[in-house]
Structure formats: structure tokens, C-alpha cells
């Protein structure tokens, strides 16, 4: 996954993206606002998209996209990403949800979970 750009706040790169928030802006705007105390990494794909790392205390860092009006949690197990230059490397590696120490050896090394 290419990285177009980064930003300093999640808000530039919504902004910069062009995602539709008209649906219901204020409430868009909030989250964003809420999210920006968790993350870190706002990032612009090359393909419109927008992704962050959510530190997550349970989970630890985690690479997320940003989709406004929708909120979801499934089970399946995480992927190891690498932040690097202007790209986001997926391995095939799973890790289960329920293997905290796995979870929390691979964060420490700088990895992050997708």
C-alpha cells in the first residue's frame, strides 16, 4: 500500500482526501477530534484512503482506516504491517487476539497490528 502523504493531524488528511463528511458533519468532525487523541501517523494512500495507528492499550499499535458513520469489531486475527518510507508492507504472519504476549512482543519491536 503506496503512501501518497503524511499529516501532522487526522483532520488535514481527511480534509486532503476528500472524503464525504456532509452526511453529518458535526458528529464526522467530533470523531475525528476524539480520534486525534489516540493516533498517531495520519496517512493519505495513493488510493484516496486515509489509515492511522490507534495506540490501543489492549491491543497495542494498530493500523486502522478511517471511515466516518461506521464503527465495527470483528475477531479475526491481526496482521503484521511495517510503516516504512512511503509504503505499508502487509505480511501473511497472524497473530490471534487472544495471544497478549504475542501481541505485545510485536509492538515493542515496531511493528504495528492490521
Not at 500500500?1 to 480534509?15: C, G, N, S
Amino acid at each position: 500500500m503506496k503512501i501518497a502523504k503524511t499529516f501532522a493531524t487526522l483532520l488535514e488528511a481527511v480534509t486532503a482526501s476528500g472524503i464525504d463528511l456532509s452526511y453529518n458533519k458535526p458528529l464526522a468532525l467530533c470523531d475525528i477530534a476524539q480520534l486525534e487523541k489516540k493516533i498517531t501517523n495520519p496517512m493519505l494512500m495513493e488510493d484516496g484512503s486515509v489509515m492511522y495507528v490507534y495506540d490501543g492499550k489492549q491491543y497495542g499499535k494498530l493500523l486502522n482506516k478511517f471511515s466516518p458513520f461506521s464503527k465495527c469489531i470483528d475477531n479475526r486475527p491481526f496482521r503484521i504491517a511495517v510503516i516504512k518510507d512511503d509504503e505499508i508492507v502487509m505480511h501473511d504472519t497472524l497473530i490471534d487476539k487472544s495471544d497478549h504476549k504475542l501481541r505485545s512482543a510485536v509492538s515493542k519491536m515496531g511493528f504495528v497490528l492490521a
